[in-house]
């Protein structure tokens, strides 16, 4: 019974996932009137990503009889589709929620700096 459970959670991330994603896709597509050079769809996006993501979070907590399916498909599929920044933000809160401020800043310093080092990293080596 524990490897179907298991196989439908996956199929419930799944389908969130999908959605999330399209819901990216579909969004970068949005044109905009005037160049711009700050990123502002993908702003938009981890933006709205954390707002829904804290939103669910806290619904969850506050109300037991909510699925737990339906937070797996929003919580991870859905807003991990759409954006994993929403996650990264909804851990940091609990890092700092739970007295732990330290761990929280060294895993924005460690996610931010590193994440933009390795990129450039992956440019490098392939010769961009």
């Known amino acids: 019974m524990a490897k179907q459970v298991d196989m439908l959670n996956c199929l419930v991330v799944a389908l969130g996932g999908g959605i999330g994603a399209s819901l990216r896709y579909l969004i970068g597509l949005i044109p905009l009137k005037e160049p711009f050079i700050f990123p502002v769809k993908t702003l938009v996006i981890n933006l709205l990503g954390c707002f829904v993501i804290g939103?669910?979070?806290?619904?969850?907590?506050?109300n037991s009889s909510?699925?737990?399916k339906?937070?797996?498909?929003?919580?991870?599929?859905?807003?991990g589709g759409f954006t994993t920044f929403?996650?990264?933000?909804?851990?940091?809160?609990?890092?700092?929620?739970?007295?732990q401020s330290g761990l929280a800043v060294l895993y924005v310093a460690l996610s931010v700096v590193a994440g933009v080092g390795l990129a450039f990293a992956g440019q490098v080596i392939v010769g961009k």
């Open 66 to 68: 909510l699925s737990p």
């Open 86 to 99: 929403s996650t990264f933000a909804l851990e940091t809160e609990t890092l700092i929620k739970t007295g």
């Open 55 to 62: 939103l669910v979070a806290s619904l969850a907590v506050k």
């Open 70 to 79: 339906l937070v797996l498909f929003v919580k991870t599929g859905l807003c």
